[in-house]
């Protein structure tokens, strides 16, 4: 199997090569056979290892990150000619910078827009596409946030930029509750019921 993978890493280095100005590759329109798993693992802290042993390369990260695909529950990476299966401890990216913009932005009507960077410098704007969604922890009672990247692909938005985020909220009206959120351009994302969130104020 370690023979196996090796060769897969290296067919995948092999065929995006060259690629970076082209954008990302158009990994869900490939469906090639499954060629087993290989020893790699994303951490919880965005960690990307082989075989034991951390990527300490950030642009291998960044073109291993860039043929990622998810199916159902498991994480894929794959070529037009290949997929091999990796393990993801939780989310595969984390959100490790935000911007907030004030100025009018072209895609959104009014208001400021949340501007996120990835660990792998993907750039997205929290809106209708790439959604905020924060997911309770039953075993502490708090909120484990996420935003939406591409491609059913999430990235972990770091404890910092979640205080960032806190300190940004509002209440308003949903579905006939007020409930606790933060806007971006003109999406409101909500946290948890306003008046959960008094109780910790």
Not at 20 to 36: A, D, E, I, S, T
Not at 143 to 157: E, F, G, I, T
Request: aromatic letters at 10%; proline letters at 6%.
């Amino acid at each position: 199997m370690a023979k196996t993978g090796q060769a897969g890493l290296d067919g995948i280095v092999t065929a995006l090569t060259g690629q970076k100005r082209k954008g990302l590759p158009p990994v869900h329109l490939w469906n090639p056979p499954f060629c087993g798993d290989i020893d790699m693992r994303i951490a919880a802290d965005g960690t990307w290892s082989y075989q034991k042993t951390p990527i300490g390369r950030p642009a291998l990260v960044k073109l291993f990150a860039s043929v990622l695909k998810r199916e159902g529950d498991r994480y894929f990476l794959v070529t037009p000619v290949e997929k091999v299966g990796i393990v993801v401890d939780d989310a595969p990216f984390l959100a490790v910078e935000m911007q907030v913009l004030d100025a009018e932005h072209p895609l959104f009507s009014g208001g400021h827009v949340l501007r996120f960077r990835t660990n792998v410098d993907d750039v997205v704007d929290a809106g209708p596409e790439h959604v905020l969604r924060f997911e309770p922890q039953a075993e502490n009672g708090g909120l484990k946030p996420y935003l939406h990247v591409r491609r059913d692909l999430w990235a972990k938005v770091t404890r910092a930029l979640f205080y960032d985020l806190v300190a940004r909220g509002e209440e308003r009206e949903v579905g006939g509750k007020a409930m606790f959120g933060v806007c971006s351009g003109s999406e409101f994302f909500a946290m948890a019921e306003a008046s959960a969130v008094r109780e910790f104020a």
